[in-house]
């Protein structure tokens, strides 16, 4: 008995692990898509570019022999933040803005057309094979009997958890509390009246996408750590799962994405666990697939409803 | 103050104004009345820059501002009550207050909000509320405090009594005129030709995207034509 509650509340640390990344990328999609109603679909490739530059930072310290592991994992953090977000920043410039105000298909097409170009660009830059980096933050507690099953907890899944919170509040703090935040919130809300109160919306709309890609390299960094390999196109299933989340969630809606995340990892890990691996992916297309069907506005979402 | 020379304005193909020419000057109220289509909104969306003016000049304040951008125009003095108050209707009462105030003197602003309450007790009385949860008249309230907060040198009404109950447009009237005792430079759209003139020391009349009438309030209230159209006979 003591065995299979074990066996869960391992899954459900696996779970929520894998989950709370999913939910740094999925505020990415939900916060783009809340202010101009489109998702960025090399979102994911932003994620990507953010664990190589962690991985970058990680073996440049190494050479000059650093050792102070919170020193590393800062310096790997805050370095894949600024260069995913200078990414962001200009995908939005280059890729889309030009394409603002036309049809709503033009700029997906752009993104997918980014995504593919971002992809490959790592790809010719860093090679087509995956990198491997050994496991900086090792050991963990374990409990259970010592000679049946033993659910443990990695030292760095309580990073993660401990980083997502973090992010997760600052966040919070900033979008409800901040006069930034509230743009963000204004803008998203009615555009053009914004623009109307002298509100340079260009720059609120690319300030979102910073953001959101400053948080898909905290995922980027953390799971960088946690798997410890890459390659260039780890993005594009990390995005359409952390899609996926933020649809589940409710897209637009930023508490929604954090749920969303959670739950998507948690099935995920269940799958794995109790049916099969190779069948995780299909449950959790299966969930979005379930979702849009049955409640397309999401758990947290709002449907569009305006008083007059 | 403001100042429209032979302004034309597109959407795509179709032309809505068709060289415009009319003067605000500095504390006046100026009601701008015509039917429904005949491109009011469009005339004042126009100085906003949104949609753009394809021929014809703006400006104000002795500024040449046809080409600048929307969100610079709104900083320079202008503020918009616009057609359907949108209001931020996720953000509480003082948030929409806030946005109204971005770019603002932060030390001025406890002292402008207090204007603004005193002005409308109601959104004093609301002020964490939710203002998509409040009525037509509290969210026109609020829309014109949101403008009133960037201290604005001139102020677009556009329809504030539309879709109200006769004793809020009552209200409204009440603020635009306490407003303009001011000495606020006020340019109002109404299709309630009747109180908008009333109030107005000049008004137009637009007809199809063109000026085809203007004189003084009080001239226009007595006008056979402007009586026909638009005050029933």
Known sequence: MLEVILYFIQQLINGITIGSTYALIAIGYTMVYGIIGM?????????????????????????????????????????????????????????YRPLRGGNRLIPLISAIGMSIFLQNYVRLGQGSRDIAMSSQISGGWSFGPEDGFQASLSYIQVLIFIVTIISMTVLTLFISRSRMGRACRAVAQDLKMANLLGIDTNRVIASTFVIGAALAAVAGTLLGMYYGVVNAFVGFIAGLKAFTAAVLGGIGSIPGAMLGGIILGVTESMTAAYFSTEYKDVVSFALLVLILLFKPTGILGKPEVEKI | MLTLENVYTHYGKIEALHGISLEVNQGEIVSLIGANGAGKTTLLMTVCGDPRASDGRITFMGKDITETPTSEIMRSGIAIVPEGRRVFSGLTVVENLQMGAFFSDKSDFARTLEYVYDLFPRLRERHS?????????????????????????????????????????????????????????IFLVEQNANQALRLADRGYVLENGKVVLQDTGANLLVNEDVRKAYLGG
């Open chain 1, 39 to 95: 998702i960025n679909f090399a979102h994911g490739e932003v994620y990507m570019i953010g664990t190589y530059v962690a991985f970058m930072a990680i073996s440049g310290m190494a050479m000059l022999g650093i050792e102070f592991l919170p020193l590393i994992f800062l310096v790997a953090l805050l370095s894949s933040m600024l260069v995913s977000s200078s990414f962001g920043w200009a995908i939005e410039r280059i890729a």
């Open chain 2, 129 to 185: 509320q939710r203002a998509g949860t409040m009525s037509g008249g509290e969210q026109q309230m609020l829309a014109i405090g949101r403008a009133l907060m960037s201290h604005p040198k001139m102020l677009f009404l556009d329809e504030p009594s539309l879709g109200l109950a006769p004793i809020i447009i009552n209200q409204i009237f009440e603020i635009i005129g306490k407003l303009r005792e001011e000495g606020m430079t």
